[in-house]
């Protein structure tokens, strides 16, 4: 079995529009949840969000080329090619058909169909666009991104809600691991921030609707209300061990375990025994060959909706106890839906390659239902050699992964 590494990646998030940008606000503990501006969301009852602030796609692609793709495909891309460039990889370092493409996204292009579907509705059929389908379907991204790179291996788009990049980052994991692939493009996009994207969540009554940006995502606070829609995109380059070292790459990290469990529970919420979510980090942790007592920082899914946090904190306690530090990045960046995973599994191998572990951010009093050892400013430098990261999505998806430090 092939050992699968890290070699590059990258981002568009409310914290930057790069990994560095958003290391380095991450490390700050600044936070990228904001006053909603890209429509007027009064109606709605929900007024922050995580945004993408001053993006522009054709810093790394052609104009003519992003004018073509909906936002969320602009996202994935634009990560991509930041996660390429940093693995140093060329064309005459890999079998095209070899390098496979697998992403995440929970809803695709809602910016186009919300475009479309209006225009429709004001102007009549006959002025819908020719690219509405391929600009919303979700499977553009990974059909996009395998065009550029000129892919030739499988290319597809897992769709599981909220665990979707998650999902993905495992699949990739599990072809390098078998020999199928060499290299895999994969991570997760979402660009859900408008205003049928917001107005649906609320009608879940799943969104905050705190006005404070820094009282709107509070995952395992007493007094958490739900959680703040966020986008982005996130890409990361996996490779064979034996591949990265022939051609003299720099390891970021290592994947080594992967799990994947379903509630078979509930259309929305989570199985409240956490068991399920528990059986996935105990694969995780088996594939790697590893203890729970050898993960020293799990980045939860942490939605800071009550359901949530209740049931992944007693899952995290029945199998780890109070000995694993535990943070949620979403306060910081705000819930990107299928893409949350891949931000996430980012932001755990950056902090396990620096040493520094995102800080649980807020002063809010912790849950006593939520009984896990929260990361903060006086615990946060530790290097840890191994780190899980849990996604759990609408419909009872459990995806969790396991990394190594490098």
């Given amino acids: 079995m092939q050992r ?32 909603i501006t890209k429509f007027d969301a009064e109606k709605t009852g929900i007024t922050v969000a995580g945004e993408v602030e001053g993006f522009k796609p054709e810093v790394r692609m052609e104009k003519r080329l992003s004018k073509r793709l909906d936002l969320f495909t602009q996202y994935g891309l634009y990560s991509a090619i930041e996660a390429y ?71 597809y788009v897992v769709v599981t809600a909220c665990a979707s990049a998650t999902n993905a980052i495992g699949e990739a994991a599990m072809r390098i691991q078998s020999g199928k692939a060499d290299v895999v493009i994969t991570g997760g996009a979402e660009a859900s921030v408008n205003e049928i994207g917001i107005a649906g969540f609320a009608a879940l009554s799943a969104l905050s609707k705190a006005a404070d940006p820094a009282k709107a995502s509070l995952p395992f606070a007493a007094d ?78 942490g939605t800071a909706t009550k359901a949530n946090d209740a049931m992944e904190s007693k899952a995290i306690h029945d199998l780890f106890g109070d000995d694993v530090l535990v943070s949620s990045t979403k306060a910081l960046t705000g819930h990107l839906l299928g893409a949350a995973g891949a931000i996430e599994a980012i932001m ?30 006086a615990n946060r430098d530790v290097e840890v050699d191994y780190a899980l990261s849990n996604s759990f999505g609408f419909g009872g998806h459990n995806a969790v992964l396991a990394f190594k430090r490098w």
């Fill in 4 to 35: 699968v590494v890290v070699t590059g990646m990258g981002t568009v998030n409310p914290l930057g529009h790069s990994v560095a940008e958003t290391v380095a606000t991450m490390d700050a503990g600044k936070i990228g949840i904001r006053p």
């Fill in 85 to 155: 460039e940093q693995s140093g990889l060329t064309k005459d370092d890999v079998d095209s058909e070899r390098m496979a493409v697998i992403f995440g996204s929970g809803i695709g292009g809602l910016t186009t169909i919300q475009e479309q579907v209006t225009k429709m509705n004001a102007k009549g059929p006959d002025r819908v666009s020719p690219l509405f389908v391929p600009e919303a379907i979700s499977n553009m991204v990974a059909g996009t991104i395998s065009q550029y790179f000129g892919a030739h291996g499988p290319s």
């Fill in 224 to 301: 958490r209300s739900g959680f703040v829609l966020g986008e982005g995109g996130g890409a990361i380059i996996l490779e064979s061990l034996e591949h990265a070292q022939q051609r003299g790459a720099n390891i970021l990290g290592e994947v080594v375990g992967y799990g994947a469990t379903s509630d078979a529970y509930h259309m929305t919420a989570p199985d409240p025994s956490g068991h399920q979510a528990a059986r996935a980090m105990e694969l995780a942790i088996e594939e790697a060959g590893i203890a729970p007592s050898d993960v020293g920082y799990i980045n939860a899914h």
């Fill in 348 to 377: 755990t191998i950056s902090a396990l390659h620096e040493g520094k572990l995102p800080i649980n951010v807020g002063d809010a009093e912790q849950d006593p239902e939520c009984p896990v050892t929260l990361v903060d400013a």
